[in-house]
């Protein structure tokens, strides 16, 4: 069975600042893994996801995440955050079975300071 | 494109009282999905449909009911609400069950239960 753990409920950070979310996974069979981010008082928007190829995911705003199977990990990184990505971030891992659903870790809010 | 849209954005239920969430996407979307939001827990899934006229449930089913009678529709339906119920509610579209489709959310529904 697939599962995802956010290391972390809570991240700060400051203007300008490196943003590190974590996130490991465990999965039975090749993973397909996905970040989304939750605005405050809106629905999840998918950041990027990893399906197969390039270990480096580069998705929207900036953020990037790099799949390490040796590590089960698979880590949200943005160079430099800005106030606007203060938000709540989810990690999720779908299996190779179709019909199957995202499972998603329990999230990490992220606050950004000037 | 509305996108995934839920009706209503906020709802107040006694103990005992029913009601359908309702839940409707434009984009012509094979799979939908209806998740449940608790502080600390992530996103669960409750039930899921791969298409009109089937369904399925996830991982916490108990109290809800489902039904797809066409594509664009997919309302949740509580029995008898009980505390145990308020939580922010969730549904999202993807074009079809694989494994790799993106997931799209709605805004919504935030429900509490006395």
Known sequence: AQSVTQLGSHVSVSEGALVLLRCNYSSSVPPYLFWYVQYPNQGLQLLLKYTTGATLVKGINGFEAEFKKSETSFHLTKPSAHMSDAAEYFCAVSGNQAGTALIFGKGTTLSVSS | ?114
């Open chain 2, 1 to 114: 494109n509305a996108g995934v849209t839920q009706t209503p954005k906020f709802q107040v239920l006694k103990t005992g009282q029913s009601m359908t969430l309702q839940c409707a996407q434009d984009m012509n979307h094979e799979y939908m999905s209806w998740y449940r939001q608790d502080p600390g827990m992530g996103l669960r899934l409750i039930h899921y449909s791969v298409g009109a006229g089937i369904t399925d449930q996830g991982e916490v089913p108990n109290g809800y009911n489902v039904s797809r009678s066409t594509t664009e529709d997919f309302p949740l339906r509580l029995l008898s609400a009980a505390p145990s119920q308020t939580s922010v509610y969730f549904c999202a579209s993807s074009l079809y069950a694989g494994v790799t489709d993106t997931q799209y959310f709605g805004p919504g529904t935030r429900l509490t239960v006395l």
